[in-house]
């Protein structure tokens, strides 16, 4: 009788453990994970151009934080409409900054030689990890008080479609 109750006492000790092992890994995960309607974490980074870019101070403007990489082929597909995209809205009071997460500079180079980006670039490794972000291309359309409004976290969106378009004008 004795041992059934250890047992027991075993079973249940582990089963309390597991769940709180979940529970730690969900809380974890979910913090690290920004969604619309949270604050965007904040960064200054400086961008090929050499200006500087910071949540949530960037002038009043919509920011489209892009990440991408040069070996994601829907960052690629894409790459044409967010450049037509970030050129439309240029003197819109709407700020495109991309970033690569691109470890090798090499690839990187060759990528903006080749599309030659009419937005901010940047190849960082860190700011990515801050949003949660760990697939590619992923978006967030962040408001002038440095909330994340719109997550976009579909491949391959065609930035000049009318959907699109009309969300972005509701915002300015």
Do not use: H
Not at 65 to 70: E, I, K, Q, T, Y
Not at 101 to 130: C, H, M, W
Not at 143 to 163: E, F
Request: glycine share 6%; hydrophobic share 45%.
């Amino acid at each position: 009788m004795r041992r059934v109750k250890i047992e027991w006492i075993l079973r249940a000790g582990i089963g309390v453990m597991l769940v709180a092992l979940v529970f730690v890994l969900y809380a974890a995960i979910y913090q690290r994970i920004v969604m619309a309607g949270d604050r965007a974490p904040k960064f200054t980074i400086t961008a090929d151009n050499g200006r500087s870019v910071s949540i949530p101070d960037f002038g009043g403007k919509v920011l489209v934080l892009n990440f991408w990489a040069s070996w994601c082929q829907p960052c690629v597909e894409e790459e044409p409409s967010l450049n037509a995209f970030a050129q439309q809205y240029a003197d819109k009071g709407v700020v495109v900054l991309g970033v690569s997460v691109d470890k090798d500079l090499g690839a990187y180079q060759k990528f903006i030689e080749r599309f030659r980006p009419s937005f901010l670039t940047v190849r960082n490794s860190k700011i990515n990890e801050d949003y949660g972000t760990f697939i590619y291309p992923e978006s967030y359309f962040i408001d002038s008080s440095g909330m994340v409004v719109r997550k976009l976290d579909v491949a391959g969106i065609n930035w000049t479609d009318p959907q699109m378009i009309s969300f972005v004008n509701s915002l300015l």
